[in-house]
């Protein structure tokens, strides 16, 4: 089975500095990564997928997230974040074989301070 | 394409009253995923369905949450008696299983039993 471990429950940040937010996961087999996230009063929206290829994914918004295999990390970076990137951003795996559902990790308060 | 489409958007109940939560997925979608979520646990997933048929329930929480899936655009999510504990925002997701691993979610359904 998978697993995903999102190491920061909160994290601030002021306007304009850099943000990475970590994910982990656990799987014996190879996996498919994702990054979404969810606005206030809001569903979840797909930000980046890793499912093969150049281990660096961009996504919407800027973002962009390095899978990296030794380490089982796939964190989420953004150069400069903006007062509008306030959300809760969850990492997502599945195996790459199945078509099992996502697991979501617990997710990750980003605050902008302006 | 219209997206996920969830409703109501907002249920407030009593404790004890039926509550029935409804989603269409997006048309060509074949898989159908609802979750459940609050501050204490989470994103957990309840129920999914792969073209109309429940594959694994095992997340629904005891006896009194029910889910069907009559045909390939409507899927509800009964709660009979419905209990405060039972208070969340409740999702549906859809994707085309096989093809497609990321999942599409719709607003969310914030259900509060008083």
């Known amino acids: 089975a998978q697993s995903v471990t999102q190491l920061d429950s909160q994290v601030p940040v002021f306007e304009e500095a850099p943000v990475e937010l970590r994910c982990n996961y656990s799987?014996?087999?190879?996996?498919?990564l994702f990054w979404y996230v969810q606005y206030p009063n809001q569903g979840l929206q797909l930000l980046l997928k890793y499912l093969s290829g150049s281990t660096l994914v961009k996504g919407i918004n800027g973002f962009e997230a390095e899978f990296n295999k030794s380490q089982t990390s796939f964190h989420l970076r953004k150069p400069s974040v903006h007062i509008s990137d306030t959300a809760e951003y969850f990492c997502?795996?599945?195996?790459?074989?199945?078509?099992?559902?996502?697991?979501f990790g617990k997710g990750t308060r980003l605050s902008v301070i302006a | 394409d219209a997206g996920v489409i969830q409703s109501p958007r907002h249920e407030v109940t009593e404790m004890g009253q039926e509550v029935t939560l409804r989603c269409k997925p997006i048309?060509?979608?074949?898989?159908l995923f609802w979750y459940r979520q609050t501050m204490m646990r989470g994103l957990e997933l309840l129920i999914y369905f792969n073209n109309n048929v429940p594959i694994d329930d095992s997340g629904m929480p005891e006896d009194r949450f029910s889910a069907k899936m009559p045909n390939a655009s409507f899927s509800t999510l009964k709660i009979q008696p419905s209990e405060p504990r039972d208070s969340a925002v409740y999702f549906c997701?859809?994707?085309?299983?096989?093809?497609?691993?990321?999942?599409?979610f719709g607003p969310g359904t914030r259900l509060t039993v008083t």
């Open positions: 997701a859809s994707r085309i299983q096989g093809i497609s691993h990321e999942q599409y």
């Open positions: 799987s014996s087999v190879s996996v498919y």
């Open positions: 048309s060509g979608h074949n898989s």
């Open positions: 997502a795996v599945t195996p790459g074989s199945g078509n099992t559902p996502l697991v």
